[in-house]
């Protein structure tokens, strides 16, 4: 079993910056890779950022240019660098990770989800 740990969110103006962080913890067999997600209360849950375990990051429209990442492979750690945020990004935030054998890389075998964590962007 996986669990994931965020940390990170909080209340910032317009302009600024946040740093979100993922820890993974948990035994499990395969590898995984991981995400950050967002929602706003009546909307879906929409995707931010990818970081595939073989792989390189993959950033929404919305955010790239101003969102960037890195990830810790050994440590199953994410971090989100959230730079001239904006009203519209505040929503929750989820850290997710999708496990995977590497004999079946492309067979999902288990979702993971944090419990999110609260960005709000407001003067």
């Known amino acids: 079993q996986v669990r994931l740990t965020e940390s990170g969110g909080g209340l910032v103006q317009p302009g600024g910056s946040l740093t979100l962080s993922c820890a993974a913890s948990?035994?499990?067999?395969?590898?995984?890779?991981m995400a950050w997600y967002r929602q706003v209360p009546g909307k879906q849950r929409e995707l931010v950022a990818q970081f595939p375990q073989d792989g390189i990051p993959n950033y929404a429209d919305a955010v790239k240019g101003r969102f960037s990442g890195s990830r810790d492979s050994s440590q199953h750690t994410v971090q989100l660098q959230m730079n001239n945020l904006k009203p519209e990004d505040t929503a929750v935030y989820f850290c997710?990770?999708?496990?995977?054998?590497?004999?079946?890389?492309?067979?999902?075998?288990?979702?993971?989800w944090g419990q999110g964590t609260q960005v709000t962007v407001s003067s």
């Open positions: 997710n990770a999708e496990r995977y054998y590497r004999e079946t890389p492309t067979t999902l075998e288990d979702v993971y």
């Open positions: 948990g035994s499990f067999s395969g590898f995984l890779n």
